[in-house]
């Protein structure tokens, strides 16, 4: 499985930014699909997530700012991100979860000046 994520950039504080993460490879059925960052000098936090069994959740510094969602087939995962601030900037990486592992994309970098 490949994971391949889209859509970062450079926006001002307020702006909104879409991320989009596509799995391509061996067909695997996915149970958990999400987001997490990671800021220079800070460890990877989780964003957000939507999983099968639990649905959806969301670090406290996105809620109702940051939407996730994802394809009925399970394939690609967005994260609509919303009133952006500076504190949002880190490299963003999308993450699957499957019975026989996760797999990681490779980041993209959001970028958020005040």
């Known amino acids: 499985v490949q994971l391949q994520a889209s859509g970062g950039g450079l926006v001002q504080a307020g702006e909104s930014l879409r991320l989009s993460c596509a799995a391509s490879g061996t067909v695997v059925r996915f149970n958990t699909m999400g987001w997490y960052r990671q800021a220079p000098g800070k460890e990877r936090e989780l964003v957000a997530r939507t999983s099968r069994s639990v649905g959806t959740n969301y670090a406290d510094s996105v809620k109702g700012r940051f939407t996730i969602s994802r394809d009925s087939a399970w394939k690609t995962v967005y994260l609509q991100m919303n009133s952006l601030k500076p504190e949002d900037t880190a490299v963003y990486y999308c993450?699957?979860?499957?019975?026989?592992?996760?797999?990681w994309g490779q980041g993209t970098q959001v970028t958020v000046s005040s």
């Open positions: 993450n699957v979860k499957s019975a026989w592992g996760e797999v």
